[in-house]
């Protein structure tokens, strides 16, 4: 059983540039998270998707969105980057929302602007 | 509003002795609590969790967390240390509710010694 898939693995931008970055959940998981995780602020959850709706959101600016297709992948998209949008993004995928469930995270993307 | 505390950003055991990894939370309702695992260049393992029901919490790979409430800890231990248990452990909750916005710690980086 494949596990989850993040695309690309390593990803660097210019400032003011914008960026997708995909996760391809375990199959039949049709919950997707993702999180910011840099040395300084450690790990912050983003948002959560669940049959293509948000269904949870953190605490970051309207730069930051996504979006979940009815096969479950799931997009993020950030724009106008930023230096410190420079981080690993995580997504963490699950078979339905609550805390029941186990997450299963990918090996995350590593995004550096500059 | 839910946060939580690692102390000790980095700790240091031989190969063999006891782990012990500390973890206070602060929630004001009752929380469910997790301890992943991040190797290198990985994403995040779930070692164990806590929801309801018993409060010594068996994980994988040798780890107990015992849920403390009077503490409002949840420390993470194992008995004795392998080479293999090297990486970074973070410690998560988040409220009983329908949601996987997990609050995280800052994480605890882990080395064993020969």
């Known amino acids: 059983k494949a596990g989850v898939t993040q695309t690309p693995r390593y990803l660097i931008k210019t400032r003011g540039q914008q960026v997708t970055l995909s996760c391809s959940p375990i199959s039949g998981h049709r919950s997707v998270s993702w999180y910011q995780q840099t040395p300084g602020q450690g790990l912050q959850f983003l948002f959560e998707y669940f049959s293509e709706t948000q269904r949870n959101k953190g605490n970051f600016p309207g730069r930051f969105s996504g979006r979940q297709f009815s096969n479950s992948r799931s997009e993020m998209n950030v724009s106008t980057l930023e230096l410190g949008d420079s981080a690993l993004y995580l997504c963490a995928s699950s078979l339905a929302q609550g805390m029941n469930t186990e997450a299963f995270f990918g090996q995350g993307t590593r995004l550096t602007v500059v | 509003a839910q946060s939580v505390t690692q102390l000790g950003s980095h700790v240091s055991v031989s190969e063999g002795a006891l782990v012990l990894l500390r973890c206070n939370y602060s929630?004001?309702?009752?929380?469910?609590l997790f301890w992943y695992v991040q190797y290198p260049n990985q994403g995040l393992q779930l070692l164990l969790k806590y929801t309801t029901g018993a409060t010594l919490v068996k994980g994988i790979n040798g780890f107990e967390a015992e849920f403390k409430k009077s503490e409002t800890s949840f420390h993470l231990t194992k008995p004795s240390a392998h080479m293999s248990d090297a990486a970074e452990y973070f410690c998560?909750?988040?409220?009983?509710?329908?949601?996987?916005?997990?609050?995280w710690g800052l994480g605890t980086s882990l080395a064993v010694n020969p």
């Open positions: 929630s004001s309702v009752p929380p469910y």
């Open positions: 998560a909750v988040s409220n009983a509710g329908n949601n996987r916005k997990l609050i």
